[in-house]
C-alpha cells in the first residue's frame, strides 16, 4: 500500500485533463493517474522512485470518473493489494494516455526551442543580421511548418529550414571574431566570452590586455557585442574576421 507517501495534490474526478497510464489485463481495465513528464522520464528509465510519478495514490478502473479497481480483481490480476508495486507494473507494461493539453504544451514549447535555435543560429543573409523571432514565426505559418512531436527540436532544424528557405531568406552562419579586453576588464569579463561560443585562441597580453578568437552562431552577434559593450563601458574591440584573417597569430 502506500503507507507513509506524501502526495502534493489530489485528484479530482472531475478534473478533464489528466494523464494516464492504462494497462488492460484478463479483460480489465487498470489506470493511475500520472504527472507526465515523470511518467515519460521513468518509461525511458530516468527515473525510478514510482512515487515521484503518481499524482493520485489508487489504482482505476476508470480514472476519469473516479472509479475504482476493485480488490479482488487486483488480487486475482496481479497478486498483490500492493498500489505501489501495482502501479509500477501498469507503467512498465501499459501505455501512457496524455493529455492533449499536455501535448499541446509541449508541441508549444519545443516550436518555441526550435525557433530560438534557428533565430540563434541562422542570419539573414541579405543583411547578414538574423531574423526576428517574429518574423519567424509568420514564416513558420506561411510555410505550413508543423512540429513533429516524436523528434527533439535539434533534430528537426534542417528539415525546417529547408521549408523555410521558401518563403524566407536565410541560411546557418558562424562568424569568427576578434575580441581585445582592455587591462581594466579583461580578468572580470574574459570568462564571459567563453559562454558565448569557441575559443579558437587566446592569450594574455603584457599590458593586462586579452585577446582572443571567438567562433560563435552568426545570430547572436549583436547580443554578444550589446552585452561586452556595455559591461566594459565601451572598453572592448570586436573585429568580424574573414577567412583570410584567420591565419592571424594572436
Not at 480488490?71 to 498500489?83: I, N, V
Request: proline residues 3%.
Amino acid at each position: 500500500m502506500f503507507s507513509g507517501i506524501k502526495f502534493t495534490k489530489r485528484y479530482e474526478p472531475e478534473k478533464i485533463h489528466i494523464n494516464l497510464a492504462r494497462l488492460k489485463k484478463n479483460g480489465k481495465n487498470y489506470e493511475i493517474v500520472v504527472d507526465p513528464d515523470n511518467a515519460v522520464a521513468f518509461k525511458e528509465g530516468k527515473m525510478n522512485d514510482i512515487r515521484e510519478v503518481l499524482s493520485a495514490e489508487h489504482i482505476f478502473e476508470n480514472a476519469k470518473k473516479g472509479i475504482f479497481s476493485p480488490k479482488m480483481d487486483l488480487q486475482s490480476t496481479f497478486g498483490t493489494l500492493d498500489e505501489e508495486e501495482i502501479a509500477e507494473f501498469i507503467l512498465r507494461k501499459g501505455d501512457l494516455q496524455l493529455s492533449s493539453k499536455y501535448r499541446d504544451e509541449k508541441q508549444a514549447e519545443k516550436k518555441r526551442r526550435v525557433l530560438e535555435i534557428i533565430h540563434r543560429n541562422a542570419i539573414n543573409p541579405q543583411n547578414n543580421l538574423p531574423h526576428p523571432i517574429i518574423r519567424l514565426e509568420n514564416a513558420f505559418e506561411e510555410a505550413k511548418i508543423r512540429i513533429d512531436d516524436k523528434r527533439t527540436a535539434e533534430d528537426q532544424v534542417q528539415d525546417i529550414l529547408k521549408k523555410l528557405k521558401h518563403v524566407l531568406p536565410i541560411r546557418i552562419e558562424n562568424k569568427t571574431l576578434q575580441i581585445h579586453l582592455i587591462e581594466r576588464y579583461a580578468k572580470k569579463h574574459y570568462k564571459l566570452i567563453h559562454n558565448y561560443g569557441k575559443i579558437i585562441k587566446e592569450n594574455w597580453l603584457d599590458d593586462g590586455c586579452y585577446l582572443c578568437l571567438l567562433e560563435i552562431p552568426a545570430g547572436i552577434y549583436l547580443d554578444l557585442v550589446d552585452d561586452l559593450s556595455r559591461k566594459t563601458h565601451g572598453g572592448v574591440e570586436i573585429k568580424v574576421m574573414s577567412s583570410k584573417d584567420l591565419n592571424f597569430q594572436i
